[in-house]
């Protein structure tokens, strides 16, 4: 049906062209007025069709006259009402405005009186769109589809802006079929206040990270400006552009977030059609110069603009074309004469050069035979990896050099050379070389920092000069976007790099970048070590603690009060006190009170005392007091040296809380300028907000250099620096009388600054990687911390000195003198029952009138000699009251022999 009105209207046309002169002839000089309704905003579109305009009327007799009307996005009504202006006028063709509803509404105006409506935008329906050059909605998801094909992808989600953009997916869904990838399919809807955060989280919360996203060209842009916010601009994720459009965003910020974006673009930004488009645009709007990196202000609706005109030019030099003044109101007879032949037979031609968008055909309604340049992209920009042309078959051939980020040329660092800044004097990162020649350049300093930009520069193959950058590192104040310090210099483009011990921090991240961490640490306590005490008058009682000591008296006291007892109890201890008299009156006791105590005393010193225990219970008391007093004396010989030498602590920081508490007085400070300070000014924790305020009411204590604080702490004026454990460390190890005090507060690292989107940024990471890996990065650390300077009080340790020895240590040989003496108790009271036993026996007297006897006496403690046999004694009541006692007590320890009778 279609061809046969194409073939009659070529006919037709042959005919008219014929006589074309004539019709021509008549017309010529008038020209034919074609009418613009935008809704653009930017003006870009309108000056687009009159640079059109100009440009194809100098190919033609009969010249084309614009006229553009603009109007307020989505006010169909001032679009009609300007719609009438211009058929008044004698319109010949209407471009349509952006606007969904408002174009419909116009086409159908347009189609009421025959007027050609071009619309340059996606069409909503193939039908009834009018003439519409955007490639159609079956093409892009054929496109996306190779697209897709190609990366093969086994599932993504498909994010569209509205509905009209589901025709892409419909049809993307009809090539796979029943077999394809798993769609996930979610709407951002520019609608909801632009906010399409809520749906990005929902995609990064989701296990998919390829992501098809269709929709207008600032609802796209807008789209991944906030994948970016939301974190999902990152190289987890690839993006498919599907709105022809990617070419006009700025892209910047996302060449070097690693994400796959790739697109489609509908021309080459270098044609020279679209170059002599941006010098008009640029001379009409004041626009910037356009990036020579595959980006192009060219939108695709300011191309099919332009092109749409060039299709009206080439129609009108085929067909006379004199479009008659019309009225909105009379509806039916007032019709343009030749509009529908204008429009069918612009359909019907075939364009292959001076268009913005190549080849022009129509198949039907639907635009054919153009091509898409698929779009990628990279750090050097957008970069066409293929080309997609409809009917034919996909290429997709990426460009070598771009598929490796480390082999391109662009981003090598050989021969490159950049400014480093450190800060001099700072040992052990950089400091100036003692030397008796005076150097220059980079050969003036030495350091960690310098040693490792050396490696890396090794490495990777730049140049770099030193430069002093001071004390202050820097900081970012997001309210002014004011930098400070080293991190202003790098800001500011005066230096690349920065090495030094500058702490990566979130707030320094804003304005510029790091390598990953080369060294790890955490702000501690540099505080002086615990000074040698003076000797107290009883530093003798050091070795055991108060409780030991106690113990050991009532030991010894007891023991004694054993002794007396046993020896009282023990027959054996009753002797002959005048040996040349046989029968004696009288026995003594050796354990007097005084002999025990002193016999006690004599083995506590490890001396003797002449008093010799006989009977076993006494001799096993003072085998176990002996063993005890060996112990004892052993331990605290072996104590005392210790204690001796000990350097008693004179002060009392053992902790963070008693720092801030300012316990014994102690001050504190922390460089003024560096992360520590910072740490403590943005805490929330309680403890570090009351050391911030402590801190900010002293501001003497907030030195200009660590330095300065070591300074500080050495004088000894009861000052202690709060520092980074890297840098207590390297004092601590020079330094003899300085200490770390406490855990790390935080957990951190040292990185290597550079500027924000720095592209050689993965190549540091990457080197610093290998030299962490190869252990070159362990190797210059203990170069700089314990070999150049070090060693000075290594051996000294880092042990507080010996300490007392508690009755824990001492409690078992306690426990084996009370064994002891207990048992001593047992053996001396069996013995002296079974003498009261044999005795009784002997004197032929009950018992327990002996037992009464014998206990008297043993409880008489006064008297330690006893009478063999008194007149008052039960015995001399007995028969054998003349037999000697004496050979009962000689026997009785020993055998049970029983005493003969007389
Ligand atoms: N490393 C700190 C900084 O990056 C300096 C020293 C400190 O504050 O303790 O600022």
Known sequence: MHLWIICLVLLWANNVQCYGSNSFGLASGEAIRIGLITDDSTDGIRQTFEHAISVVNSDLSVPL????????????????????????????????????????????ACDAKDIPFIYPHLSWSPQSDGFNLHPHPEDIAHALYDIITQFEWSRFIFCYESAEYLTILDHLMTLYGIKGPVIKVMRYDLNLNGNYKSVLRRVRKSEDNRIVVVGSTEGVAEFLRQAQQVGIMNEDYTYLVGNLDLHTYELEEYKYSEANITGLRMFDPDKKEVRQLIETLQQALGESEPTNNGSSPITLAMALTYDAVRVIAETTNFLPYQPQQLNCSERHDNVQPDGSTFRNYMRSLEILEKTITGRIFFRGNIRKGFSFDVIE??????VKVGTWEEGKEFQFNRPPQITNFNDNEENSLVNKTFKVLISVPNKPYASLVES????????????????????????????????????????????????????????????????????????????????????????????????????????????????????????????????????????????????????????ENQFTISNSWWFATGALLQQGSEIAPKSLSTRTISAIWWFFTLIMVSSYTANLAAFLTIENPSSSIDSVEDLAENK??????????????????????????????????????????????????????????????????????????????????????????????????????????????????????????NEIGAGVCSAKGDDDGPSELRLDNLSGIYAVLIVGSLLSFVFSFSYWCLFVFKK??????????????????????????????????????????SQSIESLQMDSDNDDTVPEDD
């Open 65 to 108: 006259a614009g006229e553009t009307e603009q109007v307020a996005f989505g006010d169909s009504m001032q679009a009609f009402s300007q719609l009438c202006r211009l058929m008044q006028n004698g319109v010949g063709a209407v471009f349509g405005p952006a606007a969904k509803h408002t174009a419909a509404h116009l086409l159908n």
């Open 664 to 785: 014994d007085d102690v001050q504190y400070g922390a460089k003024r300028t560096g992360s520590t300070r910072n740490f403590f000014l943005t805490s929330e924790e309680e403890i570090y907000m009351k050391m911030n305020a402590y801190l900010s009411n002293n501001p003497a204590f907030l030195t200009e250099t660590n330095q300065d604080g070591v300074d500080m702490v050495k004088a000894g004026t009861k000052f202690a620096f709060l520092m980074e454990s890297t840098s207590i460390e390297y004092n601590t190890v020079r330094e003899c009388n300085l200490k770390k005090i406490g855990e790390a507060l935080d957990e951190k690292g040292y990185g290597i600054a550079m500027p924000k989107n720095w592209p050689y940024r993965d190549k540091f990471n990457n080197a610093l990687l290998e030299l962490q890996e190869q252990g070159v990065l362990a190797r210059l650390k203990n170069k700089w911390w």
């Open 840 to 881: 009784a026996k002997f004197y032929e007297v009950p018992f327990c009138d002996a037992l009464a006897e014998e206990f008297k006496i043993v409880v008489s403690f006064a008297e330690n000699e006893r009478a063999l046999k008194s007149a008052q004694s039960v015995y001399s009541r007995s028969r054998n009251s």
């Open 436 to 587: 008796i020649n005076t150097l220059i350049g980079n050969s003036q300093y030495e350091g960690y920092g310098i040693d490792l930009i050396k490696e890396l520069a090794e490495k990777l193959g730049f140049n770099f000069t030193f430069h002093n950058g001071g004390n202050d590192y820097g900081s970012f104040n997001k309210t002014t976007n004011m930098t400070t310090g080293m991190l202003k210099e790098i800001v500011e483009g005066h230096a690349e790099l920065a090495i030094t011990d500058i702490t990566i921090t979130s707030e320094r991240e804003e304005a510029i970048d790091f390598s990953i961490p080369f060294m790890n640490l955490g702000i501690a306590i540099l505080y002086l070590k615990p000074q040698k005490a003076e000797p107290a008058l009883f530093s003798f009682m050091d070795p055991f603690s108060k409780e030991v000591w106690l113990y050991l008296g009532i030991a010894y006291l007891g023991v004694s009060l054993c002794l007396f007892v046993i020896g009282r109890l023990s027959p054996s201890e009753w002797d002959n006190p005048y040996p040349c008299i046989e029968e004696p009156e009288e026995l």
């Open 377 to 382: 992209l990279q750090t050097v920009g957008l």
